[in-house]
Each structure stands twice: as structure tokens, then as C-alpha cells.
């Protein structure tokens, strides 16, 4: 069982940053891949970006071409903790930013049913 709780979620002006951060439980944590998803009012969970192991060394980072070159995803194994620094947001970002983790693959990590464990979600608003 892997359990996550995000944090470092707020309001935000456009052009703003915010860096949230997802604490896990669990001595595997290393070996999931982790993602942050996201869901506006009355949308769908919306994928945002991804760290995959790539050669069982090192990992992959994806994103999404909306947030591609604004937001930065990444981990820090001892702390058992991925983050996902926020730059240049726009007031699209507003959403509920959710951090998830699974044994996904390079094919198929844009995919909310890969990852088995999911935190409560952190509220980013981002004023315009």
C-alpha cells in the first residue's frame, strides 16, 4: 500500500508559481512511477505530467503539451516525495492537482487506470 497527501496548492496570479509537493508512504516508493493529474469544474481528470522509469536506473519525465516547458515534475527518493514546480501559470491551470502512483510503461502513462494509488487532491487557482 502506498498512501500520498499533496500539499502547496493556492491562489495564484497569472504569471505566478507554485511548486506542490506529494509525500509518500511506503519503502517501494522508488519503484513506482508517479504522475500529477488534474480535474477543473465539470471536466475530466486531465493528465499533466509523468516520471517513468526509463532503465531501471534512472527515470523519464513527460508532460503534457499544455504545461510542456511551464511546469517541472521530479522526485526525491530518500524524502519519498515527487514535486511539480509551476511556472508562468495561466488561469487554465486552475484546477484540483492530484498525485498518483502506478507500474506504468513509456506507452501508456497518460492513462488515469495505471496508477493504483491516488492522494486527496490540492486546490490551484490561478487569478487572472
Not at 9 to 28: D, E, F, K, P
Not at 93 to 116: K, L, P
Request: aromatic share 14%; proline share 1%.
Amino acid at each position: 500500500q502506498v498512501q500520498l497527501v499533496e500539499s502547496g496548492g493556492g491562489l495564484v496570479q497569472a504569471g505566478g508559481s507554485l511548486r506542490l509537493s506529494c509525500a509518500a508512504s511506503g519503502r517501494t516508493f522508488s519503484s513506482y512511477a508517479m504522475a500529477w493529474f488534474r480535474q477543473a469544474p465539470g471536466k475530466e481528470r486531465q493528465f499533466v505530467a509523468a516520471h517513468v522509469w526509463n532503465d531501471g536506473i534512472t527515470y523519464y519525465a513527460y508532460y503534457s503539451d499544455r504545461v510542456k516547458g511551464r511546469f517541472t515534475i521530479s522526485r526525491d527518493n530518500a524524502k519519498n516525495t515527487v514535486y511539480l514546480q509551476m511556472n508562468s501559470l495561466k488561469s487554465e491551470d486552475t484546477a484540483v492537482y492530484y498525485c498518483a502512483a502506478g507500474r506504468t510503461t513509456h506507452t501508456n502513462y497518460q492513462q488515469a487506470s495505471e496508477y493504483d494509488y491516488w492522494g486527496q487532491g490540492t486546490q490551484v487557482t490561478v487569478s487572472s
